[in-house]
């Protein structure tokens, strides 16, 4: 295959990306375009400039994007009417910001003329499938250039001395190896490998990040409301805010009360089981909460619907199938179901625990009953069970006169 | 229709069940068998003996049995095989124990030549219809009756005119209603009605009677550890334990540490919604263990298919349909998967918090991984993630190329 | 309850119909509104009109519309889009035709004020409860009068005594009782009861009415070229037509090669077994051409999901949920997938059998193949496959290691 | 990698295996045994035994199995028991061998201490994928070569080339390319590429070898009649056969009568869609009689639960997953559904079709309900449909309400 003319790097602004573009450079002798993007991880994004200036991009060839409004609204908040959990406990946190960076890195290449993207994700784990996945979706004909499959740096040390070949600045905590790796976005902090590679041995303490130890946490619970409409939260203790704003702030209060902890043994789409270290402070309390808003505003013909096929939504966006027609499928089925989830939540916070123990809203069924079925007799006649029961119990019973018959 | 001649009653010896009793005897001049279970109900068994008597049973006609061990290992165990959740939170601990009911029911209605059972509960649950489903579906020639459905007691007042015409001792606390309604078993303990009714309103903290307040549990963490074999739980710490009293000690560990609460609102079988406080405390920490020891001793492929299932299962269970030809399908499939969900996993108890730390396993998948593939080179070969990922793509680039072809 | 004022009933101008209409006046001393519909079963409407008359109805009281575009639109079409098998066989033609006669009684009632609808179903089939779901979900405050359930006329003896004693006509063929009872619109005729009761002796020939015997039919198989848009069937032989003349025109060319004859015992929803015949010659060759068109146009994630899908939707379907929120998550599903599936396919009738033999089209993804990859190199590497391979065996590999290791 | 010592070849005598065979010894200068079996596939044997001798393959190393009864026995019957269709109208029957196969090759391997398989399908298809992931499911250390992914050999001309060079004989019929490829055993006949690779023109009939042309089928209908016991056939007309025995006599039914032709196209599992003409006269008939007999001993749970599972249960089978935890979770779900699915089908053939017309069984449901309920007052009482509906529509008019009041 012909060398690429002009790739666009998802850019970090870290040694290994670093790594990855003077690599492109020397490897392929082509243009670099960087791509760094605002998550939410919580960095700076000048020092990414000034490293990719310092690597010899030009300016024009350095995008720089605030994607956070765009990850909660279109990415995170259609993910949490789901309510999806991979493998019941996993919030997605990583998996779901994937597509998003894919979507700009294929835009800008159409914009810059590039031929080829290209992303720091290793050969073993499930964010190569993700991103690449992703571009093919949006592009079939763009080319993806995957550096840890494909070069010969395949050891620290190796890195190092490209590095230092190339003049490369190398952090002093880089020159050694990380006791575990992290991924980071407004959803989540992720942390995997290295100390946490014994699922019997308890992860250490300094792997937390995001969330303070429950056991610090303040003895004293703290309320907060949250407001929904059409599925998705639009305002804390009354005050309205925007997608990213509102994560922020129940990220602020999560990490306060020790929320969102999960050590984890997951099974990677790739065929390997992998242990991970994950908080999700703000989304911890938003699925409590969505769940919460859901009982009274959901019946129980859409919420089991729902409920049955988030499964296999939760896998297709921890797979890397975000830009999907089956995804879309059940989004649009997800979607239907939200029309009236509406209304507000009460949530307890305290020590690692975020419990709904208020609810309430104009869309209530529940209330709903108690309006409609003002008097008992009008309403809810008892002995409708019995015929309900009866018609339910039918099949029940010729198969246990069956049974009886047949021995 | 006419009048049954010997009915076998759920008895607790409470006044409802008291004035059910006596209600039988003069509404159908019928015999009356009494059938008082030990479920871990938490009460002495012998009162409800001593008043069957008093109210004219004669001995032989009335049965106590200790079901315990019968109901955590062939009902609840089970069940949490499947890491069953109802609507995604609840643990269905009234749901399981009604199938266990009816059997007895059943089985002592053909043992003294019973024509009829009959159940305490309501016309506007759930628990009617899992008593009869049972019923029916373990005898298809009995007969049901319920009383709540059929007589025109249906006032407090009437009760307990009721109760005094016929000489039914009230304790003095059951002269005013309940200020909401409470039913126990090994597995949980739930509340509803009354001064829970109103969902936007937090229950008050004397509702909760099976587990200590979070904010007064010990400031200082737990380690249990649970051992499983083939799915089930057989020892805590290293001890090994029969199933009723393994789910006891589970329950002490719980209740300490604050652990299980729920503050629910879901949608009944009959099509209402209500509001639960459930109380599960050592079900929470066996859920999480058990989702523990999966994680390392399950492949993708049996894990996804039981959380596919899963949503199904638990509907079944909810609604009464644990005797049915489906449930058992789905029980089939789920044991079949527990063949190596065998081993340990530590879980930190903490405040209303159970979450798994570590686990390990003879059976572990995760090690396999290890002692299979030595070496990195002669086991995951990471060339072999870049064909996985252009075939998994193909048809993503082929419906992208078509998207820009047709516009 | 008291006695309804106004009650719209379903009316065929049939006997049983004429005889309700009678019985309401009677029995509840009300106003009669006759609503009669056109869905293509293939009888005159005016007679029911004039019969109406006859039996004391206002002119301004009788209803009489013709849905058949409407049918074939908004319930048919949709309803293939699925390619809907209830129990992998039946086409759901009677079950599909309910909500839309519900929607127009309630609608009629609305507009002139009546409290109540009535239907003609008994009380032992599936039909009363598609009537009533679909009313009630429509206007919850609807009275329903299902007037089988009610009365005392259970025998044909009395149905006749009543007619004559309130001067109903009774036509000579209608003194004896029919041998099978029918049901018929533009998807379908069905008939059961009777002669078909035994589903161990063959039905015999006479029930056939609206399909010509397979043996009969011409020895020349005939070919016939269905186009779809976005999934529904918009034209036959390149002419364009409307949905109901399409169907129409499907099912000439059904009846005269004997297509869509269906021996069925299903699983009611009031929990009985019943036994009936079904034609539907238009909606079988529609079927198949519809998987034949979505066979290129649909990749594999959507066609999988879909038929996951299915058998539940046809399941709400047939029992008569049309008009829920989970029948209407799935179609907004499903209609996604749809967007796509445009083009051509040629079927071929034959004495009992249409089968797609050839299908073209623009959006074809199998065409899209061929034009993305021009060479083989440069489209689907074979090598790929390795990898692909590689890596969906990897948990297989573990689990056999497993296997080996623990014996 | 280090060369291969022994190979076990799966070998079917023609010229491609030939090569194969040849190829393995010159390439990887190792010592070949080759494996051919007996799937029903209509070939002689013996010239096989004779062309691995002639190529220079010891007696010891010459394996050649009659696998039939197994075949059907323990691979089709338990897929019939599901009655599976991929993508809706499949029968599997290519899908289904190569898991056998796959056994086998492993089998021998280990039995004559070889350390690879090797197999002749391409690198386009699924036959790699299933025999490969079979393989590693069953020997997680066995290595398997498939050299159309490896060699050079990529032309028509350059195979022709290396079959002279190594003297290896070649049919005069195999010296042009063949105008389609073909796979058969006793289920199917499955015809694919060349003249059949554009979906929009019809396939010629030459393809078809398996059935007669409708057309040209006897002018008379005829009945079989086909026992099952706990979902397996075991009898036809009345004459207990053995599972190879049947089927195979199903065969020459459905081949007579031109039965179980299918054109399709398909998604495979490795991206690209296929055309295919599949001939599964035998089969055919089967999964008809099974629905037929499922229909009167399945109760409606079993039943609509089988029929949910059904398209993940076939999609496993075609994606090679048979060795795999969630088939056998699967078949466990599906195989305790057959208990009672004992009795007899009548079918009717002709031109081209199956039609269930006649069912009857000693465990029919149908009749139990006869027997049950000997009067209409003592078993189905039609008052129980109202509560029974009223119940199921509580939540509809619930909805309903919301909707009037909201807006």
Request: aromatic share 8%; with cysteine.
């Amino acid at each position: 295959m012909s060398a690429p003319k002009k790739v666009v790097l998802a850019y970090s602004g870290g040694l290994d990306t670093s790594i990855i573009l003077k690599w492109l450079q020397v490897e392929y002798g082509c243009e670099v375009v960087t791509f760094t993007a605002d998550l939410g991880q919580g960095e700076e994004l000048d020092p990414a400039r000034q490293k990719a200036e310092m690597l010899g991009i030009r300016p024009e060839n350095i995008f720089i994007d605030d994607l956070r409004e765009e990850f909660v609204r279109d990415f995170v908040f259609p993910m949490f009417r789901a309510n999806a959990l991979y493998e019941g406990l996993y919030l997605l946190g990583t998996s779901i910001a994937r597509p998003l960076i894919s979507k700009r890195l294929v835009e800008i290449a159409e914009e810059v003329g590039a031929d080829a993207v290209s992303h720091g994700a290793t050969g073993k784990g499930n964010d190569q499938v993700r991103f690449e996945l992703s571009a093919y979706a949006l592009n079939p004909g763009i080319r993806v250039i995957a550096p840890w499959r494909e070069w010969s740096l395949s050891s620290r040390t190796k890195l190092l001395e490209f590095a230092e070949e190339h003049q490369i600045p190398i952090a002093k905590d880089k020159r050694g190896e990380a006791p575990f790796s992290v991924d980071a976005n407004l959803l989540h902090t992720s942390s995997e490998g290295k100390v946490l590679e014994n699922p019997g041995e308890e992860a250490p303490d300094y792997v937390y990040q995001r969330t303070d130890d429950p056991e610090t946490a303040p003895d004293t619970p703290q309320m907060v409301e949250i407001t929904f409409e059409k599925g998705d939260a639009v305002a804390i203790d009354g005050e309205a805010m925007s997608p990213a704003a509102l994560l922020t702030r129940l990220n602020e209060l999560g990490k306060v009360h020790g929320i969102g902890r999960l050590d984890l043994v997951e099974n990677r789409f790739v065929g390997m089981k992998s242990r991970g270290v994950y908080e999700t402070p703000g989304g911890t309390i938003l699925l409590e909460a969505h769940r919460g808003i859901e009982q009274i505003t959901l019946d129980s013909g859409s919420g089991h619907l729902k409920d049955s096929l988030m499964p296999r939504y939760a896998e297709l966006i921890y797979n890397g199938f975000w830009f999907s027609p089956e995804r879309e499928m059940l989004q649009a089925a997800i979607d239907k179901s939200q029309e009236h989830v509406t209304g507000t939540v009460r949530v307890k916070l305290y020590k690692g625990l975020a419990r709904t123990v208020a609810r309430w809203s104009e869309h209530s069924l529940y209330s709903e009953a108690h309006v409609t079925f003002e008097d008992d007799l009008g309403a809810y006649d008892q002995s409708d069970a019995q015929g309900f029961i009866q018609l339910n119990a039918l099949r029940l019973k010729l198969l246990a006169a069956r049974k009886r018959r047949m021995g």
